[in-house]
């Protein structure tokens, strides 16, 4: 294999992979610029909230961890189905958080079911945060 075809094959899988890499970023940067419309005030969101928002027990008595699990990067199990949940921490499953479609779906699904409501984009933000953190 000659030194060009080599570079040329390690370009095409940098390109390949970088979207898929910079795919999480973009959808909660997509948040960024909402927070950032509705509160002027806004810097960024936090990790440590989104922890938190993950484990609070909402007044149906479910907490993101009920199905997720206490370890975002553990399979999960739906409560009510025991269908299979793919780990939501994006070091152990790099495809959560690249669809920007699929995340409000499921964030206007789940905030609903566990807390009685919508989350605010600063929830959705500190939720992503925060499971992009979780090594």
């Not at 960024?32 to 810097?43: G, I, L």
């Not at 993101?64 to 553990?74: E, F, G, I, Q, W």
């Not at 399979?75 to 269908?83: C, D, L, R, S, V």
């Not at 920007?100 to 605010?120: I, P």
Request: aromatic fraction near 8%; glycine fraction near 4%.
């Amino acid at each position: 294999m000659t030194s060009k075809f080599k570079f040329a094959s390690l370009l095409a899988c940098v390109a390949i992979a970088l979207p898929l890499a910079a795919s999480a970023n973009t959808v909660l940067d997509g948040y960024k610029a909402q927070a950032k419309a509705e509160n002027p005030a806004f810097t960024d969101f936090s990790a440590e909230a989104g922890r938190k928002l993950y484990t609070t027990q909402g007044p149906t008595q479910l907490a993101c961890a009920s199905c997720h699990t206490d370890s975002p990067k553990n399979e999960g199990k739906h409560a009510k189905t025991n269908k299979a949940i793919d780990p939501m921490a994006t070091s152990v499953n790099p495809k959560r958080f690249t669809d920007a479609a699929k995340v409000e779906k499921w964030f206007k699904r789940n905030c609903h079911d566990a807390l009685g409501r919508a989350c605010t984009t600063q929830e959705k933000g500190d939720f992503i945060t925060y499971l992009m953190s979780v090594k």
